[in-house]
């Protein structure tokens, strides 16, 4: 689950072999048509703050949204009513039915209780971080053997998992949002092993209003993870987590910072 506010700071591990690291690649090409002509209906597991946002975002930009929480489908009658007749409440079992991409953006501890059935096959954006105070302590992420994008592309075997919006404060995902072509235009980072995946990813960003930078496969998500030098705070500037606040941040910014990112273990 993405950021509130990030709490202290963590994470580098640098190539060695001379050659050129995953995240400094350009960001995937868009395809002509992409998601606005093929794709219309995203499912959310999950809508806490970022996905409320990813659902207002989605709707502005004209897809259907189906969205869904632990709570029961009533429990999203206010937030239905506000996105307005492209939205529907649901299960996160129909969501995931429902849904040509589905967003995973629940507390990491509950991952186990995503549907792995209606999710063959399908793209599912895992927004989800690792906050132990919350989640408890997990020992694969603490000595740092994978990532919390990993384990849920294990969790779900047959869908392609790809990894973004946890790095981003959700009133800045909100307010920074721009059209294509537009000079203010901010960059994410998406991480995924699957390249028609990641493809498909970037046509949702691009929709909803940002360009996507390629970080690599999902063992490269760390970079941009839980109090990186590309967390929350690159995007929040001078103004902090003001709700009027948020930076343009473009891909070189980007990629300077994924490059500075360290592994907790490096950090003092």
């Known amino acids: 689950m993405p950021p509130t506010r990030p709490p202290t700071r963590p ?11 995953a995240w ?5 090409q868009r395809r002509p048509g992409g998601v606005g002509a093929s794709m219309t209906t995203i499912g959310l597991i999950g809508a806490g703050n970022i996905g409320s946002t990813v659902a207002r975002l989605a709707v502005r930009a004209g897809h259907d949204v189906v969205v869904s929480n632990s709570r029961g489908p009533e429990t999203l009658s206010d937030l239905v009513a506000e996105l307005g007749e492209h939205a ?15 967003v ?29 105070e919350r989640d408890g302590h997990i020992a694969e992420l603490d000595d740092e053997s994978t990532t919390t994008a990993e384990m849920l592309q294990a969790h779900l075997p047959e869908s392609q998992v790809v990894k973004t919006f946890n790095n981003i404060y959700f009133e800045h995902l909100l307010r920074l949002a721009r059209p294509s072509g537009d000079p203010e235009r901010s960059v ?23 360009d996507a930078h390629d970080a690599g496969p999902l063992s490269e ?25 948020g930076r343009r941040v473009d891909e070189a910014f980007l990629v300077q910072q994924l490059d500075a990112a360290k592994r907790y273990r490096d950090m003092a």
Do not use: C, M
Not at 24 to 28: E, F, H
């Open 88 to 102: 529907r409440a649901a299960t996160a079992t129909e969501a995931a039915e429902a849904g040509d991409v589905v």
């Open 188 to 210: 994410l980072a998406i991480a995924g092993d699957d390249a028609a995946a990641k493809r498909t990813v970037t046509e949702v960003l691009d929709s909803l209003g940002y």
């Open 221 to 245: 998500g760390w970079r941009f993870q839980r109090d990186t030098a590309a967390y929350a705070d690159l995007y929040a500037g001078e103004r902090g987590f003001d709700p009027e606040g």
């Open 24 to 28: 400094r690649r350009p960001r995937n």
């Open 104 to 132: 995973v953006t629940i507390p990491l501890k509950n991952y186990r209780e995503v549907p792995v059935e209606p999710l063959r096959g399908k793209v599912v954006i895992d927004t989800n971080n690792y906050y132990p």
């Open 11 to 21: 994470p580098t591990r640098r190539h060695g072999d001379g050659t050129a690291p």
